[in-house]
């Protein structure tokens, strides 16, 4: 088994020489504007997975993929003098799905942004249920209530604090004895 290191160089090389050819060496119609994106080698060094891209419609992706089928021999003759290594590994053309993907995370993209413009519009006239301010604030005994919250909050609470006044008024009473 080879190095990881070794085996990504390998792999990087491999992908710059087919793109090479490609380019410069194989002169049929039928290839399409094709990208090399990756380049892949098993650990042993003797299989190459090679991942392409092409930019046009159905008809020209398959035409590509049959040039690249039927010049796989001579890419990988070109890739056995390019990378001098003893076993020249055998090559697979893969078509990569990331043009695909890409769009179609695009898609959810553009529907998420639709929703949110949507829930937008939906709570730019939307109201609280209940007070704008639903915390409780602390209630002013004697007798100055600047606003009219205060007063709301105290006659709400006014139950609640005539069960505890009874306990408090006897508190009040042994403070006022000492």
């Known amino acids: 088994m080879a190095d990881p290191a070794r085996a990504r160089k390998i792999a990087d090389r491999i992908k ?3 793109a090479e050819h490609l380019e410069f060496r194989i002169k049929d119609e039928r290839l399409g504007f094709v990208t090399i994106t990756d380049a892949r080698v098993t650990g042993d060094l003797q299989h190459a ?3 392409y891209t092409v930019f046009g419609s159905d008809e020209e992706r398959q035409a590509t993929a049959e040039v690249l089928e039927a010049n796989k021999g001579r890419i990988r003759s070109a890739v056995g003098k390019g990378i001098g290594i003893r076993l020249t590994p055998s090559i697979e053309f893969i078509a990569d799905a990331l043009p ?7 898609d959810l993209v553009a529907q998420t942004r639709a929703r949110d413009e949507e829930l937008a519009r939906a709570a730019a006239g939307a109201r609280h249920a209940g007070d704008a301010d639903p915390y409780r604030k602390p209630v002013d005994r004697d007798g100055e209530d600047d606003d009219a919250d205060s007063t709301a909050d ?6 609640a604090d005539s069960t505890a006044d009874a306990a408090g008024d006897r508190a009040a009473t042994d403070v006022e004895v000492r």
């Not at 695909?100 to 695009?106: F, K, Y």
């Not at 105290?154 to 139950?159: N, P």
């Open 49 to 51: 997975s090679v991942f």
């Open 16 to 18: 710059v020489i087919v």
């Open 154 to 159: 105290a006659d709400s609470t006014a139950d």
């Open 100 to 106: 695909e993907g890409a769009a179609h995370l695009e």
